[in-house]
C-alpha cells in the first residue's frame, strides 16, 4: 500500500509539473482527477501514510489567527532602482570596484512584479515558506504557498539537503482579470493591479481563499 501511495505521489508530482510549468500535458483532466482520487481515497484509509507533503494536502490547511515570523538565513534584499543611464554607469563602476576591476558579464530581463518570496527544502521536501518582510524577518505563508501549483512539494533526491530557492509570486493579466470579474460579480472591491491581487492572495489567513486563486511563481 506504501508503495503505491508512493508511486502515485510522485506521478501526481509529474504531471503537475508537465501541466504548470513544462506546458506539457500528457493526460486528460479526467484522468488527473482519478489519480487524485484514488490517492485521496487510499490516504483515507491508510492516515498514518499521509505527509504534508502530499499533492493532495495543498488545499488542506485550516485558517490561522495570525502568520508566525521566519528569520531569513540570509538578509533578503530588494532591488535598487536605476532611472538614468547616469545611474547604472554608478551602478557598474561600483560593481567593478566589488570584484576587484576584474570585469563581468551581466544580462537584461524583464522583472515578474509581485511578491518576493523565500522557500526552504529540507529532505527533498518543501518546508517553509516566506515573505521577505523587513529582509531579516518575513512571514510565514507555507500553508499558502503549498497551494500554488507551480511549486513544487518535493525536489529530486540529488539536490543539496537543505537549499532555499528565492522568487517571486506573481500573477498573470488574464488570471488577474478572472479574479476581479468573478469578485465583481459578488460584489466585492475589486484589486488595483496584479502585483496587489497576487500579494494579496498569498497573505490570507485561509489558505483555501489562496488556492481559490490563480498566483504563479
Given at each position: 500500500?506504501?508503495?503505491?501511495?508512493?508511486?502515485?505521489?510522485?506521478?501526481?508530482?509529474?504531471?503537475?509539473?508537465?501541466?504548470?510549468?513544462?506546458?506539457?500535458?500528457?493526460?486528460?483532466?479526467?484522468?488527473?482527477?482519478?489519480?487524485?482520487?484514488?490517492?485521496?481515497?487510499?490516504?483515507?484509509?491508510?492516515?498514518?501514510?499521509?505527509?504534508?507533503?502530499?499533492?493532495?494536502?495543498?488545499?488542506?490547511?485550516?485558517?490561522?489567527?495570525?502568520?508566525?515570523?521566519?528569520?531569513?538565513?540570509?538578509?533578503?534584499?530588494?532591488?535598487?532602482?536605476?532611472?538614468?543611464?547616469?545611474?547604472?554607469?554608478?551602478?557598474?563602476?561600483?560593481?567593478?570596484?566589488?570584484?576587484?576591476?576584474?570585469?563581468?558579464?551581466?544580462?537584461?530581463?524583464?522583472?515578474?512584479?509581485?511578491?518576493?518570496?523565500?522557500?526552504?527544502?529540507?529532505?527533498?521536501r518543501f518546508v517553509t515558506?516566506?515573505?521577505?518582510?523587513?529582509?531579516?524577518?518575513?512571514?510565514?505563508?507555507?500553508?499558502?504557498?503549498?497551494?500554488?501549483?507551480?511549486?513544487?512539494?518535493t525536489v529530486p533526491s540529488?539536490?543539496?539537503a537543505r537549499f532555499e530557492?528565492?522568487?517571486?509570486?506573481?500573477?498573470?493579466?488574464?488570471?488577474?482579470?478572472?479574479?476581479?470579474?468573478?469578485?465583481?460579480?459578488?460584489?466585492?472591491?475589486?484589486?488595483?493591479?496584479?502585483?496587489?491581487?497576487?500579494?494579496?492572495?498569498?497573505?490570507?489567513?485561509?489558505?483555501?481563499?489562496?488556492?481559490?486563486?490563480?498566483?504563479?511563481?
Amino acid at each position: 500500500m506504501k508503495a503505491e501511495i508512493e508511486h502515485l505521489r510522485a506521478e501526481i508530482n509529474r504531471h503537475n509539473r508537465l501541466y504548470y510549468i513544462e506546458d506539457n500535458p500528457e493526460i486528460s483532466d479526467a484522468e488527473y482527477d482519478s489519480l487524485m482520487q484514488r490517492l485521496a481515497t487510499l490516504e483515507r484509509e491508510h492516515p498514518e501514510l499521509l505527509t504534508p507533503d502530499s499533492p493532495t494536502q495543498r488545499v488542506g490547511a485550516e485558517p490561522l489567527s495570525a502568520f508566525d515570523t521566519v528569520k531569513h538565513p540570509l538578509p533578503m534584499l530588494s532591488l535598487a532602482n536605476a532611472f538614468t543611464e547616469t545611474d547604472l554607469d554608478e551602478w557598474y563602476a561600483r560593481t567593478l570596484r566589488l570584484v576587484n576591476g576584474a570585469g563581468f558579464d551581466f544580462v537584461c530581463e524583464l522583472k515578474m512584479d509581485g511578491l518576493a518570496v523565500a522557500l526552504t527544502y529540507e529532505d527533498g521536501r518543501f518546508v517553509t515558506g516566506a515573505t521577505r518582510g523587513d529582509g531579516i524577518y518575513g512571514e510565514d505563508i507555507t500553508h499558502n504557498l503549498r497551494t500554488v501549483r507551480s511549486i513544487p512539494l518535493t525536489v529530486p533526491s540529488d539536490c543539496p539537503a537543505r537549499f532555499e530557492a528565492r522568487g517571486e509570486v506573481y500573477m498573470t493579466k488574464t488570471g488577474f482579470e478572472k479574479l476581479n470579474l468573478a469578485r465583481s460579480r459578488q460584489g466585492q472591491p475589486l484589486f488595483a493591479n496584479p502585483r496587489n491581487a497576487a500579494a494579496g492572495s498569498v497573505r490570507q489567513l485561509d489558505p483555501r481563499l489562496t488556492a481559490e486563486r490563480p498566483p504563479d511563481i
